[in-house]
């Protein structure tokens, strides 16, 4: 059974930083991609970052490229997403989320994926 489970969430000053931790279980980082997702109030959910099954590629949304980092620890069975130069407007539920694939495969879309953990709140104040 594919597990993803969420920690790290606080609220942080605008210009802080954040690590946000996925714990998974049930499947390999071979296998896998691996998303991170945000909804804010009032909004549609969003794609963050994410990381390819097999090699680890990465992509990033405009909105935080640059300040956002997404990595996989293997030994940990935990991808992370570090967030630093944070932004009011960075303020929402944050999720993660797999699906199984080709190597070397990503998705950056919400509807593409097929599990997901229950989301963890981070809020950046002005």
């Known amino acids: 059974e594919v597990q993803l489970v969420e920690s790290g969430g606080a609220l942080v000053q605008a210009g802080g930083s954040l690590r946000l931790s996925c714990a998974t279980s049930g499947f390999s980082y071979d296998d896998y991609a691996v998303g991170w997702f945000r909804q804010a109030p009032g909004k549609e959910r969003e794609g963050v970052a994410c990381i390819s099954s097999g090699h680890g590629d990465t992509y990033y949304a405009d909105s935080v490229k640059g300040r956002f980092t997404i990595s996989r620890d293997k030994a940990k069975n935990t991808v992370y997403l570090q967030m630093n130069r944070l932004k009011p407007e960075d303020t929402a539920v944050y999720y993660c989320?797999?699906?199984?694939?080709?190597?070397?495969?990503?998705?950056?879309?919400?509807?593409?994926?097929?599990?997901w953990g229950q989301g963890t709140q981070v809020t950046v104040s002005s």
């Open positions: 989320a797999a699906r199984w694939t080709v190597s070397g495969a990503y998705y950056t879309q919400p509807q593409d994926y097929t599990d």
